[in-house]
């Protein structure tokens, strides 16, 4: 996502090093930063609707560079697991890097993205904002989320969160039967623009198919939630 706030745009410039996942947690959620700020927190945004709680079982779809899963592995303490999704060879580096340093052991790196069938694609390396393109530079490996949840012997999927800018359509066609059967409470990043418009609506319409109840909201990083109980 490129922001027009030239303090972002230098915050994003900052090398991927362990404490600027620190920094990032602590600007969503400390009593002392104020609120004008901790609203442009992606973080903050996840938590919108409801927080991560102990024994949690997670799914970070896009996961790099750990902020997300770092964050939410605390969270939910030793009986919780997050699953850190991330195709892109360098940053996964970067991300395992990250998640050795907070000497985290609660988290399952899987070296996959997800899409709407198990396939081979192409990525082009931009960091945060890697896209899938047909002419992009790196060969990754994707698969379906229920392929994950079954290859990963999931027992309950409590959260669900995914940025992965503009693929998201792809991934909730091969998540259906894991949404229809653990009902997640979901966080898609929706503001990615595919044909013209942002994917938020579409988005809203595929966990709905699934059983879900959806609501896009959060406009500094717009964000589409699902969830089986009345949150909206």
């Known amino acids: 996502m490129i922001h027009k706030n030239p303090f972002i745009s230098a915050f994003i410039g900052i090398p991927e090093w362990p404490i600027k996942n620190n920094l990032r947690h602590w600007l969503a959620e400390s009593p002392r930063v104020p609120n004008f700020i901790q609203d442009f927190s992606p973080i903050k945004g996840y938590e919108k609707f409801r927080k991560l709680q102990r024994g949690d079982v997670v799914i970070d779809a896009g996961a790099f560079p750990g902020d997300y899963a770092l964050f939410a592995s605390k969270k939910i303490g030793e009986k919780g697991h997050v699953y850190a999704l991330e195709p892109d060879d360098s940053n996964r580096e970067i991300l395992e890097r990250n998640i050795h340093k907070a000497q985290i052991k609660n988290v399952t790196v899987i070296p996959y ?89 579409r988005v809203e319409t595929l966990l709905q198919q699934a059983g879900l109840t959806s609501h896009s909201d959060y406009l500094n990083h717009l964000t589409t939630y699902g969830c089986s109980e009345r949150l909206f």
């Open 113 to 201: 993205g997800l899409w709407e069938c198990e396939d081979t694609l192409f990525l082009n390396q931009e960091g945060l904002a890697s896209q899938i393109q047909k002419d992009g530079d790196l060969e990754i490996k994707v698969k379906t989320l229920d392929q994950i949840v079954s290859d990963y012997k999931l027992e309950k999927l409590d959260v669900l969160k995914m940025d992965i800018e503009g693929a998201e359509l792809q991934a909730l066609n091969g998540a259906l039967k894991t949404l229809t059967r653990f009902h997640p409470y979901t966080c898609v990043a929706s503001y990615h623009i595919v044909d013209g418009a942002t994917t938020a609506k």
